[in-house]
C-alpha cells in the first residue's frame, strides 16, 4: 500500500488537491473541489454539486447494500470484458468507483494496482473489500486530478468523462458502461402524461441519456480509436412506481439535470402511478423498470496496433463468398 501512495505522489498533477490519510486500506484522500467557473448549459448538463449530495446521501442509508443490485450487475458487465483481455495492467484507474462495484470482481492477476475516483466521499466509508491495492480519491470525474499518460486500463461503470483519453497511456484501453437512451422508458412516460393531464405541461425528471448512434461519434471525438459498442437491457420488476424511484434514490440516480423540475404535486404522482400500472403492469400486479446499458471499449492509439488494410486490397470479394455458400448448400 506505502508503495502503491509512492506512486500515486507522482502521477498527481496538481499534488494539492490530493491529502492522503495514512497507509491504511479503505481509506479515501480527499480532494479540493473543481474550478467553480463552469456554467451550467448544453456543455454541462448536469448539477455536479446535486449529484455529489445524492450520492453522498446514498451510501449513508443504513442498508447501502439494498439498492446496488444493478450497479454490481454493470460492474460485473465491465469486468467480464477486461477479463477478455489478454495481458496484466500494472495501473488501473476506476472512474466512479462507488463502492467498488468492478473491483470486486477482479484479482491481482489482472489489476496489479487500482486507484478509484468518485465525487463523494462517504462511498469509501462501506467500500467492498478487494485483493487488490487500491487507493481512493476524491474528485469530480471531470477534473481529474492526474498526469496525462498514466494508467494502463480506464473502468467505469454508469460514468463517462471525456478527460479519460488524456490520463491513459498510448495503448492503453478504456471499458465502460453507459445508460442507454431507453432506460426508465416506462417511468417517463408515465410521468409525462400524468403531468400533462393535471399541470397542462411536463418537465423532465429523469436525467436524459445517451443514444446509441452517438456513442461511437463521442467517443472518436475524445481520441479513442478500434471502438466496440454493444448493448444489453436489464428489467426489474417492482411494487409500484414510488418504490421505482425509491430505488433510484437509492443508487444515487436520482435527476440532477439543470433544467429538472423541483417537485411534482402529490395529485400528479398519483396519476403517474395509475398510469404506469395500467399501460406496463405485470399480471401479478408488479411493473417493470427497463435499464439499458450500452459497454463500450476503446483504445488510445499506439504504432504498435494492427492498422486497418488499404483500400482496395481484398484478394477476395464478397461475391465469391456467395458463390462459395451456395455450391455447399447444393452438396
Known sequence: MLELREHLD???????????????????????????????????PFDRRLKRKQKNWAALRPRPAECEYLRDEVGGGVADRVLDIPRTFPLAL?????????????????????????????????????????????ADEEFLPFKEDTFDLVVSSLRYAMIIHQVLKPDGVFIGAMFGGDTLYELRCSLQLAELEREGGFSPHVSPFVAVSDLGHLLSRAGFNTL???????????????????????????NCSWNRKPLLHRDTMLAAAAIYQEIYGNSDGSVPATFQIFYMIGWKFHESQAKPAQRGSATVSLGDLAKIDKLLHQK
Request: aromatic fraction near 6%; hydrophobic fraction near 40%; glycine fraction near 10%.
Open 94 to 138: 476506476d472512474l466512479g468507483s462507488g463502492r467498488g462495484y468492478i473491483a470486486r470482481h477482479l484479482n491481482q492477476e489482472v489489476i496489479e494496482k487500482l486507484v478509484q475516483v468518485d465525487i463523494a466521499e462517504n462511498v469509501f466509508k462501506t467500500t467492498v473489500e478487494s485483493e487488490i491495492p487500491t487507493v481512493s480519491v476524491v
Open 10 to 44: 507522482t502521477v498527481l498533477r496538481h499534488r494539492v488537491w490530493v491529502v492522503l490519510y495514512g497507509a491504511v486500506p479503505g481509506r479515501a484522500a480527499a480532494a479540493a473541489p473543481p474550478p467553480s467557473g463552469a456554467s451550467p448549459g448544453a456543455r454541462r
Open 228 to 254: 466496440t459498442v454493444d448493448t444489453d437491457e436489464i428489467q426489474v420488476n417492482y411494487p409500484g412506481l414510488f418504490e421505482v424511484m425509491e430505488d433510484l434514490q437509492g443508487m444515487g440516480e436520482s
